[in-house]
């Protein structure tokens, strides 16, 4: 049996994702962002009360690009996943991505009154994400997907995208933006979006960088 915690809007989506990429059976267990998270019982399947908790085979994986990795070399007949330094660095770049748009969704979204919110910081992060964009850019020259093929990177990587277009546009990175549309073009990804009635993260489609 496998059994994913998720939230939506959030890097569990990344393991969504994958799984019906793979087309595999499982439970899908929904949360919501309140302190259910907490609970000692789901403590005990992630012990920073966060999400994903994947179980499976009779254990669980917490860290999502651990997950997509597991996932992809349990089933390797697939073809979702790589070898080598290319593999690892593209499937793990997806968090050097999500680490600028976590700083940014504090800001904006964690963080009340909105004058309470650094322009400063999100100035700096938001510039940071675009040289995430730019280094992807330059990968994306004569490819399709990062490893030539499609593979779990690309999940980790459009999942990351998914979120991080919310504050830093990809329209300025031509390669980016094409990556992207076909990503989110998929049928897997298109299930893993957030369904009716789940609670979101982002309520809005894009955020901008505050002044000050």
Not at 41 to 60: F, K, N, S, T, W
């Amino acid at each position: 049996m496998i059994r994913l915690h998720h939230c939506a809007q959030t890097r569990s989506m990344r393991v969504l994702w994958m799984l019906y990429e793979l087309g595999l059976d499982f439970e899908l267990v929904g949360h919501g962002f309140d302190r259910s998270l907490r609970d000692p019982a789901y403590l005990a399947l992630h012990p920073a009360g966060r999400v994903p908790a994947l179980e499976i085979d009779g254990g669980v994986i917490f860290e999502s690009l651990a997950a997509l990795q597991y996932l992809a070399e349990r089933h390797v007949e697939q073809g979702l996943a790589g070898a080598g330094m290319d593999w690892l660095n593209w499937l793990n770049f997806a968090e050097t991505i999500s680490q600028h748009t976590a700083a940014l969704t504090q800001q904006h979204i964690a963080i009340y009154p909105p004058e309470a919110r650094s322009g400063l910081v999100c100035k700096i992060e938001a510039m940071r994400l675009a040289k995430t964009y730019q280094a992807l850019e330059g990968r994306l020259e004569n490819r399709t997907y990062v490893l030539g093929e499609f593979s779990a990177a690309d999940v980790g990587l459009g999942q990351a995208l998914y979120m991080a277009k919310h504050f830093v546009k990809p329209e300025g990175f031509p390669r980016v933006a094409a990556y992207y549309e076909r990503l989110s073009a998929r049928a897997a990804f298109q299930k893993a979006l957030p369904q009716a009635g789940e609670a979101l993260l982002y309520v809005k489609d894009y955020y901008e960088v505050p002044d000050g």
